[in-house]
């Protein structure tokens, strides 16, 4: 699985309407071990940016929270070791994860949870090492080993059978829950192992469920292994919006964790993206992406796009990008965002005031050139006759050198890929 930082990790699930808010994990105990010892100090302290209502620790989506305390401008702090956290626990729970959740200051619709922290991972007090391993199999071969401490990500179809096995000590009993229902296992034949065998109709009953829930006993010591299982498609309503600190990550919205975007530095109009699963594999390669960039990707058999809506650069604060992922059916890409990339692409050399460019340093220009508020307002038009085309301290037309030794001026090269485009546009119609 991805390894994150427990100190600096972002992590937004963000509304429309609190696309500002982004919590930041600063401060996270090692171990959280529930109920804690009277006199713990197992101190979680957070940073949320934006305009929060208010700011709480939970368990459970929609379950009850635990509100934190403002220790700062944009600081807030929790002791874990109170009786309140202990008690919001799921009820006979061995272990499982909190989640720091905040609203906007104009409220909205979805209340608290409208923008959550990464997980943190909690075990209960007096649970004991085990040696009981759980096993998912598919039909595929794939053996998927469950964690007692963690949720194990399944991302295929065909559960064939889940295995508990106990190198020592007998197994006493065992179930899983998905949803509203309890599965037994039984006991194979001659053997301390013990079997849930799915056919159709088990897979069927389980298959719109995010999670199984595997508990069982060895010895009398219970344990619990969580399979979450990946979504199909992302749960969207529309677009939804989220930011991303630059050399850290977030959770994809619609995703409950399962993909996580990270970029690297911003700089000079670009930074560096990807985008991973839970399991650490690759859904979106690493690549350079500009300000209005879009990037497609799947999600199962669903397609989406990711859009770099803005990079910030601030002074004070942390730079970040504004992103929003939607559908990609009925996408329209913006135009200026593909003449920068075709430019970055182009093996040609570009003067500008006498300097040589290559592909990649005049892309990034003209991206910066169309960044920021004035940025939001420019129409093809404007950027290729005006922006891109002449140089805003001398009027001076900017010149292409093609790799033949032929030169033209940057707005016939730029009106050159428009009509590209626009004869590519017409021929996939």
Known sequence: MIAFRAIGLMSLLLSPASAQLAIRLVQVPQKVVLPADPGSNLMLEVEVQGFPRAVA???????PTVPMRRSGATSWQLNLATPEVAAMLPRGATHGRLFVHASGANGDSSGIGAVSSAPILWVAKGVRETSLGC???TDSGTVHDGSVLSSTWFDGEGITAIELRAPRGRIDKATASSAEHRLPFLRVAESEVMELRFDDQLRELVAKSEQLCVEAELDGVPASFVF???PRRLALDGTAEFSVIQREASY???SRGWLVVRIGDITMGGTELEIRDANGREVLAHRLVFEREAVEF???DERYVLVVE???NRLIGDDHAELFVRPAAGYMPDRIAILVRRVAASGDTFLRDGVKF???????SLSLAASGPSGRKLTVATF???VASTSRRTGEPHTVLGADGTAVTMREWLQRELEAMDAAEKTNK
Do not use: I, S, Y
């Not at 620790?57 to 379950?63: H, K």
């Open 57 to 63: 620790l939970g368990a459970l989506l929609g379950g």
């Open 135 to 137: 096993r998912l199999r």
């Open 228 to 230: 979450e299982f990946a």
């Open 252 to 254: 994809m919205p619609g």
């Open 298 to 300: 799947a999600v199962a």
């Open 310 to 312: 803005r990079l910030q």
């Open 358 to 364: 290559d592909g990649l340093l005049a892309a990034r």
């Open 384 to 386: 290729v006759d005006d």
